[in-house]
Every structure is written in structure tokens, then in C-alpha cells.
């Protein structure tokens, strides 16, 4: 099987309507795209669009990215994610991420000193939950006990366990997830880093406790436009903040670039269709393809999004 393309189509979302939220997620869905992921910020809570859009849809994959971990107990998100799956007929991905130190520590005021730690005793905790099974963690993140007696067993019959994916950028994080997870999801990681470091550090994780290959998911912005100029200008725009966010500027400046502007992917269809091909070769199972809005060139989020849709049905 090749690459995935996960993407949306442009436009929509004009009201605050359940019908217009999902509308695109049934769109993508008519158009054969196979997996639509909904981020989790200051607007709609994600997994709860998932459970919307489970219901306006049939076949679609339904995944977040990322809910953060820090506020939710690993309770409080086993049980949420156990119910968004069996209102997604099974169809749903629980994509988990720690958020940012400036946000756990200076918005929520919680205690952000050991993320790598926190998110192993997390897994530890969650992982049981999701399958059903006891819980005896005694932990310095965590100390749970449940699953172990009446009024005390998490019950959410009729969707079963969901997969979990985590937004592991850096080495550390990559490595718990292989050994814990089903795979990453990654925000502005490029070709030489997801080559030189997270396929690998995953890869190895996972296969030193007999898991599964890990899902790979690369999100990059696109545009397939003749104004190159102009579509990296938009991307500095719309995307600058990351390039100031600790473990982001990290990955960036692995991938030998000066920031977001010159990482997306933009171009005509031979150059993004080359630069997608060199994901797919060095391992990226999906691409979740951010598409760029260019007031230069109103017509390039369209464009793109039959091109994207044309490369996940015929290939890249």
C-alpha cells in the first residue's frame, strides 16, 4: 500500500452548525480521501467532532491531533476516546500530544518538568484502560488504581479500542512511542529528519518489544501553484508562531532550514509531486497535507486539493 493522503477540502466551516463542521469531513470522504484528523485548540474539541462526524459518515477514519494529555486524566481521556470510538463505529484514531511548557505551565498552571516521563506513566496508565484490563500504576507521575473490583471498571461498550498515535517529535518521545504507542503523528518534521532520526528511533523502539511497524503521519503545508514566492510568504504567515515554539524551532532547525516558510511543500505538480514521493520512500506512511491558502493565486487551495485527491486514489 502507498502513502495515505489525509486532507481536506478547502472552504467551509462558514457557521457554527454541526452540519457545516462535518460537511467537509463528508466531502473528503465522498472523494475517497480515507482519513480526516481534527485538531484540538482553543475552538471545538476535537474528539467530539469525531463522534459528530462518525455519525454523518460511514467509512472515513476519524483521528485527533492531538488532544493534549496534561489536563485530561488518563481516565477521564480512556473513557472519552472508548465513547468517540462507538460513535464512530470503530472508525477512530486517538492521536495524543503533550502541548507546550508556555501552555501547561503558564496557561493551565500545571507542572511541566518531566514531559518524557509524563507521557511513559501516561501510556502506562491509558494503554490497560483502552483494553479493559487492571490497573495497579504506582508511579511519580501517576498513582491509579482501577479496572480491579465493582465500581471501579471502566465500561464503555461497543466501539472497542482505539489505536493511539502521539505527536512525538524529538528522540525521547519517539522512542516511548514505539515502545507504547501505534505511531506518530508529526507537525513540521521534514525529509531529513523523519529520514535521519524519527523513522528510525521509532522503528527501533518498536521492534525492541514485538510491535507492530508504527504508523507514520508527516503534516507539511502544500500548495501546488506557479507563485512559489507567494505561497511561501502565505506559509510564514499563517504558520509563524511554530517557528518560535520550543520543540518545533528543534525540528526545524534539524532539517537545515531557516523556518516554515522554506519547509512547505509548494511548487507545480512534478515538484510537489517529487517532494511527496520522497516521503513515501523514506517511510512516511501518511501525508496530512495542510493546504495553503495564496491571495495571489485563489485558485491554488482547489488546485492542490484535486491534485492531493487525484495522488490518493491513483498513487503518487
Known amino acids: 500500500m502507498g502513502m495515505r493522503i489525509i486532507t481536506r477540502p478547502p472552504g467551509g466551516g462558514g457557521d457554527a452548525t454541526v452540519s457545516s463542521i462535518v460537511a467537509p469531513i463528508q466531502q473528503a470522504e465522498a472523494d475517497g480521501i480515507e482519513s480526516a484528523w481534527m485538531g484540538n485548540h482553543l475552538n471545538y474539541d476535537a474528539m467530539t467532532i469525531c463522534a459528530l462526524a462518525g455519525q454523518a459518515t460511514s467509512t472515513i477514519e476519524l483521528g485527533t491531533a492531538v488532544v493534549p494529555t496534561y489536563p485530561r486524566h488518563p481516565m477521564v481521556m480512556a ?23 508556555f501552555i501547561v505551565e503558564g496557561w493551565q498552571g500545571l507542572r511541566w518538568a518531566t514531559p518524557v516521563r509524563h507521557l511513559r506513566e501516561y ?87 514485538g ?74 506512511t501518511d501525508y496530512n497535507g495542510a493546504i495553503l491558502p495564496v491571495p495571489e493565486d485563489p485558485e491554488a487551495p482547489q488546485r492542490t486539493y484535486e491534485f492531493l485527491k487525484d495522488l490518493n486514489t491513483n498513487g503518487i
Not at 80 to 97: D, E, K, P, V, Y
Not at 126 to 139: A, I, M, Q, S, T
Not at 161 to 180: D, S, Y
Request: charged fraction near 15%; proline fraction near 5%; include cysteine.
Open 211 to 284: 510491535r507492530p511497524a508504527p504508523r507514520i503521519i508527516a503534516g507539511i503545508p502544500v500548495s501546488v501553484t506557479s507563485n512559489e514566492e507567494a505561497a511561501r510568504a502565505s506559509c510564514g504567515r499563517v504558520w509563524e508562531v511554530y517557528g518560535k515554539i520550543y520543540s518545533y524551532k528543534n525540528v526545524i532547525a534539524a532539517e537545515g532550514v531557516s523556518g516554515v516558510a522554506e519547509m512547505a511543500i509548494v511548487g507545480d505538480e512534478a515538484t510537489v509531486r517529487a517532494q511527496l514521493k520522497r516521503l513515501e520512500s523514506i517511510g512516511v
Open 79 to 101: 473513557q472519552q476516546a472508548l465513547t468517540t470510538n462507538m460513535a464512530c463505529g470503530g472508525r477512530f484514531i486517538l492521536g495524543l500530544g503533550l502541548s507546550h511548557k
Open 123 to 209: 501510556l502506562e496508565v491509558l494503554n490497560p484502560l483502552l483494553d479493559g484490563d487492571l490497573v495497579n500504576h504506582n508511579g511519580q507521575e501517576y498513582r491509579v488504581q482501577l479496572n480491579n473490583a465493582p465500581f471501579t471498571q471502566l465500561d464503555v461498550p461497543g466501539g472497542g479500542r482505539p489505536k493511539v498515535l502521539i505527536a512525538a517529535l524529538g528522540p525521547g518521545m519517539l522512542k516511548v512511542t514505539g515502545e507504547l504507542a501505534d505511531g506518530t503523528s508529526m507537525f513540521w518534521c521534514g525529509p531529513n529528519y523523519i529520514e535521519q532520526t524519527a523513522v528510525p528511533t521509532i522503528t527501533q523502539a518498536a521492534d525492541s518489544v
